[in-house]
């Protein structure tokens, strides 16, 4: 474990090593490779901003054409659950028309998010939609039938922070994925 001196203090455990993310980024790259024709272009869209170190590891291991685009959408605010408010903050660049598109998310929470996000790209007729997630919080599904085609880990009801993701903007440095001690958010 690589010690940050800022953070330390504030993590109850660490749950996914950084060997363990690179590790299975690894396999999830060639999961998603091997679902598309061999030299097919993947529009690969990060949602900012807690996907952002996963979208850099990630699409470096993906054997396929990638073109990088960015949405930035926001149901949190600062604080710890989903207000179920979906703000769309920034829109894509790219025409996705005829495209197969990859959404890159950190965490599949209540799925509000990703309800949202699908419904507006499949108003613009891409070729297809996926969406791989590094974790997956199942536990706290509110929008039952949104699940990620491609998911790193499985975890319980957890506040957990790095690798992206935050708190209050905090802990996205981390390179691990940690629990955040309780009694800083509640
Ligand atoms: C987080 C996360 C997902 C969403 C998942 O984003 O990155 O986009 O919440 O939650 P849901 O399944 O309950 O909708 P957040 O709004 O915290 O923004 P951030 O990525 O900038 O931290």
Same mark, same amino acid.
């Given at each position: 474990m690589k010690e940050n001196k800022f953070y *330390?203090? /504030?993590?109850? #455990?660490?749950?996914? =090593?950084e060997e363990q993310i690179k590790k299975r980024i690894k396999e999830l790259a060639e999961e998603? *490779?091997?679902?598309? #024709?061999?030299g097919e272009e993947l529009v690969m869209i990060c949602i900012l901003r807690g996907a952002v170190m996963f979208?850099?590891?990630l699409s470096r291991e993906i054997n396929l054409p990638v073109i990088f685009d960015f949405m930035d959408v926001s149901s949190y605010g600062t604080g710890t659950s989903s207000s179920g408010t979906v703000r769309i903050i920034k829109d894509l660049q790219e025409n996705i028309e005829g495209r197969h598109v990859l959404i890159v998310e950190d965490i599949l929470d209540t799925g509000k998010t990703l309800k949202h996000v699908i419904a507006m790209l499949e108003t613009r007729r891409p070729a *297809?939609? !996926?969406?791989? =997630? &590094? &974790? /997956? !919080?199942p536990e706290r599904r509110v929008v039952k039938h949104i699940v990620a /085609? @491609?998911?790193g880990f499985e975890i319980p009801d957890k506040f957990v922070v790095g690798y992206g993701l935050d708190?209050? #903007? !905090?802990y996205r440095n &981390?390179? @691990?994925?940690?629990? &955040?001690k309780e009694e800083l958010y509640s």
């Open positions: *330390s203090g /504030d993590l109850a #455990e660490i749950i996914i =090593t998603i *490779s091997a679902c598309y #024709e061999p979208m850099a590891d *297809s939609i !996926k969406v791989v =997630t &590094l &974790l /997956d !919080k /085609d @491609f998911n708190y209050a #903007e !905090k &981390l390179p @691990f994925i940690a629990v &955040l």
